[in-house]
């Protein structure tokens, strides 16, 4: 039964992915539809990941009080209300309003599933989970790029989506059943898997100093922001940056953001294997490094086939980096505070989905579309920078812990 549920959770996680490469693929056409702004996107998305992040510190009490079972079936509801909405909404204010239970359904779910697969499951299925976010990922814009022709037509891949989540939510109710079943179950079987804490990560004088205080946690925290900066406003300016910058129709643009994703899924995948070989850090810099060399590829004057391999090998590189990251958590920081910073990391996470989309779509209004892959090489830089600067300090840490312990 172990593995039957485990097919649940990853279905679900399918689900949180299946909305949140939706708008960005469709704006360049829904914009003409209603005649707003370029940056709109960028306020729209802002909404619905300024939900993510209240549902998400909310998450704690609100998994506590009704389990995670039916915190994923009322999320499940949520998003696929809100993606019909979508394909509803007369009026750009019916967008906005149909973006908050669209963010609010997604930040309780990604947090208990987390959690849940955490404490229940293997380590490297961490990974797998999160590639099964990329393959909804994936089959959002691909769904949506065969709608992309005509008038008002995307609003057909909206209700295409958002059938595939009514779907889910039925899948979720017949199987609420099994959540405390299988809970029970896996507390009596295999415990979820943790690797051996450096030495300084368990000295009696970094657990007396709060979470946020502790050096090195500023740093995690900023790889992070950067991390979902550069995944979300890929998923958001791709596309419009293919159809205004390098002149493709809105179809074809569409299919090279979903190859954006699916590198992210077959990244992940492949990273779930690796993780048995290879440790976090490695994965962690060989991935920022891949995304920054895809991001360069998008900002020379090279022809079109160029910013495609850009795509996939930013989506590629993204692959490993956010799982990893979470995972390292406790290695970092000790077993104490992990669960405090994990919860700072995903928040902050959240912010940089939440503020710099936007802030590309205001650079873009005031110049042009073009300072996409600008963008995404400083913050990619700077994602590798800080993780760098992370990994230095670890590293000198433990040695001089190391030279405490001979003497």
């Known amino acids: 039964m172990a593995t039957f549920f485990l097919i649940i959770i990853y279905l679900a996680f399918i689900s949180l992915g299946l909305p949140d490469s939706l708008l960005g693929t469709a704006w360049p056409v829904m914009q003409k539809d209603f005649d707003a702004p370029l940056e709109t996107a960028g306020l729209l998305y802002m909404t619905i ?125 017949l199987t609420l059943p099994l959540w405390k079943k299988a809970a029970a179950n896996q507390h009596k079987g295999e415990q979820a898997e943790q690797e051996p804490l450096p030495t300084e990560a368990t000295e009696t004088g970094i657990h007396s100093v709060k979470p946020l205080r502790m050096k090195g946690v500023k740093l995690a925290l900023a790889s992070f922001l950067f991390y979902c900066g550069v995944e979300a406003t890929m998923g958001l300016w791709g596309s419009s940056f293919l159809v205004h910058v390098k002149e493709l129709p809105a179809s074809t643009a569409a299919q090279w953001v979903s190859l954006f994703y699916a590198g992210i899924t077959i990244g992940r995948f492949i990273s779930g294997f690796i993780t048995f070989k290879v440790n976090n850090r490695i994965l962690i810099r060989t991935g920022q490094i891949t995304a920054l060399v895809g991001a360069v590829f998008m900002l020379l004057p090279l022809p079109p086939v160029f910013s495609l391999a850009g795509f996939m090998l930013v989506g590629f590189g993204l692959a490993p980096i956010y799982p990893c990251m979470l995972h390292e958590t406790p290695v970092r920081f000790g077993k104490k505070h992990a669960q405090t910073i994990m919860g700072y990391q995903m928040a902050v996470a959240y912010t940089g989905s939440t503020i710099m989309p936007p802030f590309l779509g205001f650079l873009a209004a005031s110049s042009t579309i073009g300072v996409f892959p600008v963008v995404l090489v400083l913050s990619a830089g700077a994602m590798l920078l800080f993780s760098e600067k992370l990994n230095a300090f670890l590293k000198s840490k433990a040695i001089r812990n190391q030279v405490t312990v001979k003497h």
């Open 49 to 173: 990941a300024a939900g993510t992040i209240v549902s998400s510190l909310a998450s704690g009490a609100v998994l506590k009080r009704f389990g995670t079972g039916k915190v994923t079936l009322i999320s499940c509801i949520m998003t696929a209300v809100a993606l019909l909405g979508f394909a509803l909404s007369p009026s750009l204010i019916w967008l906005v309003i149909c973006a908050i239970p669209l963010g609010l359904g997604g930040g309780s779910v990604d947090a208990g599933l987390n959690l849940y697969v955490a404490e229940h499951y293997k380590a490297h299925h961490m990974s797998w989970l999160h590639c099964f976010w990329g393959v909804g990922a994936t089959l959002g814009p691909i769904v949506m790029s065969q709608f992309m022709t005509g008038q008002n037509v995307w609003r057909d891949g909206y209700l295409t989506v958002a059938a595939i989540q009514f779907g889910l939510v039925i899948l979720l109710f």
